[in-house]
C-alpha cells in the first residue's frame, strides 16, 4: 500500500471516562476497556513494523482525580503488568517508561521496574509507558539536573540528553484519540516536528481499522523539517 510507518508513535488515550459514561457505566469500566485497546495497538503496531510506541497513560495532573478513580487506574495497571509479562518477554518486546514513578503506589512501582529489567536486553518493540508524567515537570527536572552537574551552558543535544526519552527518537506521529485536539503536557519538547491526529474515536474503540487510517493519514503528510521538498518545488 505505500504506507510510511512512524518509527516512533505516540497516543494520547483519550476518552475512557466518556465512553463508560456513554454506555451508563462507571468510569473505571472505561479505563479496563482502554488497557484492553492498549493490548490490541501494541500487537497491531509490532505487526507494522513501529520500532517505538509511547502511551501517555497517567499524567501529573490525573491525581486531582477521584481517588477511586485513580486506585481503579493502578490497580488496572498491576493486571496489565501481571497478565502481560510473558508476552513481553516472549515477543522481544522492551518495556521503558518516562515520568516520576516513585510518587506511585511502592508495589507498582516495584512490577514497573523488574519488567524493565527483564526486558532490558530485548531489541524489538519498545513501548514507552508515561506515568506520572508530564512534559513541563520533565523539562523541570531535566534543567535542575544540569544545574546541579556545573553546566553553564546548554544546548539542544544537552536538553535532550537529560529528558526521559534521552534514548529513544522523537515522535514522528502523536494521535490523541476522541476528538480533543491538544498535547495537554505531553512530550513538549520532543514534539517539535511531530505531525499530529485527532481521530473522534474514544479510545476504547480504537482498534487496528483506526490505527491503520491514522497511518495512510500520516503517509500522506509532508515532513519537511524547516527545509523544501525538492520534489515538491
Known sequence: MNLKIPKHLAIILDGNGRWATK????????HKAGIEAVKSTVENAKEIGIKVLSFF????ENWKRDKLEVDAIFDILRNYIKDNENEYLSKNIKL????????????????FEELKEKTKAN?????????????RDELARAFNQMIKDGKKSVTANDIKEYLYTCDLPDPDFI??????????????????YSEFYFPKV?????????????IKVYSKRDRRFGGINKEKK
Open 175 to 192: 494521535i490523541r484519540t476522541s476528538g480533543e485536539q491538544r498535547l495537554s503536557n505531553f512530550m513538549l519538547y520532543q514534539c517539535a
Open 202 to 214: 474514544l479510545w476504547p474503540d480504537f482498534n487496528k481499522k483506526h490505527l491503520m487510517k491514522a
Open 23 to 30: 454506555k451508563g457505566l462507571p468510569r473505571t469500566f472505561g
Open 96 to 111: 521503558v517508561t518516562m515520568g516520576d514513578l516513585t510518587k506511585l503506589p511502592n508495589d507498582l512501582f516495584c512490577k
Open 123 to 135: 531489541d524489538g518493540l519498545i513501548v514507552n509507558i508515561g506515568l506520572n508524567y508530564g512534559g
Open 57 to 60: 497513560a497517567f499524567s501529573t
